[in-house]
C-alpha cells in the first residue's frame, strides 16, 4: 500500500533555530500534501494545503512566514518551523494524497519539543 | 461550512464488549466518510471508508455505514480486544469536487479496553 515517510519522529531544538519536517511519499506520487498540528489529547488541526509546484495554502490564523512549506517535487514536501518558540512544541503530521480519487496517507508525524 | 461531531470519550469497555461511537457530519454535496486510527505517539491509519450512501466500509472487525438520511457514520465493532486501544477519528472530504480536498476530523474519541 501507499506509504509516506515523516522525519524526524521526534526534535527537540532551543528558541530561536529553525526545524525541518519531511515527508516522503515512497510508492506513490504525491499531488497534494497536508500539513497538520495536533495537541495533546485533541483533534488535527489542518495548517496548510500544497499542490506540487504551487505555493501552499495556509488556513486562517497560520502564519505563513513562520511555517514555511515546500512542496518542489511529486514525492517530497517539507515543512520548516522558522525562529521556534516554546509555544510551537506540538505534534506535526503530514498526509499525501495522489488526487482525488486516492486515499490519503498519513505521515507518523513528528513531536517537536522547543526548549 | 463542512464538520464532524464525535461522541466525546474517554470509552472505556471490558474485552470482549461490544462497541459504538457515534458520529455525524454537516456537509454540502455528497462526502466521503472515514474512519481513522491513531496508536500512541504515532500517525494516523486508515481504518475504514465509504464513498456513498448506503455504502458500508468494514476492516478488522469494524464497520460503518453511510447513512445520508440520519448523516451519520457511526463505528460498530462486535467484540473488542485491548490491542484496539487508540484514538478514533471520524472524518469527511468533498470527494466529489475533482480535485484533492482537505479532510473535516472530528475531535477524537478515546477507546481503552481492559482485561
Known amino acids: 500500500g501507499a506509504v509516506v515517510s515523516q522525519h524526524p519522529s521526534r526534535v527537540i531544538c532551543k528558541s530561536g533555530t529553525s526545524v525541518k519536517i519531511e515527508c516522503r511519499s515512497l510508492?506513490?506520487?504525491?499531488?497534494?500534501m497536508f500539513w497538520y498540528r495536533q495537541f495533546p489529547k485533541q483533534s488535527l488541526m489542518l495548517m496548510a494545503t500544497?499542490?506540487?509546484?504551487?505555493?501552499?495554502?495556509?488556513e486562517q490564523g497560520v502564519e505563513k512566514d513562520k511555517f514555511l512549506i515546500n512542496h518542489a517535487s511529486l514525492t517530497l514536501s517539507t515543512l520548516t518551523v522558522t525562529s521556534a518558540h516554546p509555544e510551537d512544541s506540538s505534534f506535526y503530521i503530514c498526509?499525501?494524497?495522489?488526487?482525488?480519487?486516492?486515499?490519503?496517507?498519513f505521515g507518523s508525524g513528528t513531536r517537536l519539543t522547543v526548549v | 461550512g463542512n464538520s464532524v461531531t464525535q461522541m466525546e470519550g474517554p470509552v472505556t469497555l471490558s474485552e470482549e464488549a461490544f462497541l459504538t461511537i457515534n458520529c455525524t457530519y454537516t456537509?454540502?454535496?455528497?462526502?466521503?466518510l472515514f474512519w481513522y486510527v491513531q496508536y500512541p505517539g504515532e500517525g494516523l491509519q486508515l481504518l475504514l471508508k465509504?464513498?456513498?450512501?448506503?455504502d458500508k466500509g468494514s476492516n478488522k472487525g469494524f464497520e460503518a455505514t453511510y447513512r445520508k438520511e440520519t448523516t451519520s457514520f457511526h463505528l460498530e465493532k462486535g467484540s473488542v480486544q485491548v490491542s484496539d486501544s487508540a484514538v478514533y477519528f471520524c472524518?469527511?472530504?468533498?470527494?466529489?469536487?475533482?480535485?484533492?480536498?482537505?479532510?473535516?476530523f472530528g475531535t477524537g474519541t478515546r477507546l481503552q479496553v481492559t482485561l
Open positions: 498526509s499525501a494524497t495522489g488526487g482525488w480519487n486516492y486515499g490519503y496517507t
Open positions: 510508492d506513490f506520487q504525491a499531488t497534494t
Open positions: 500544497s499542490n506540487e509546484g504551487s505555493k501552499a495554502t495556509y
Open positions: 456537509a454540502t454535496g455528497y462526502p466521503s
Open positions: 465509504a464513498t456513498k450512501a448506503d
Open positions: 472524518a469527511l472530504s468533498d470527494s466529489n469536487t475533482g480535485t484533492a480536498s482537505k479532510l473535516t
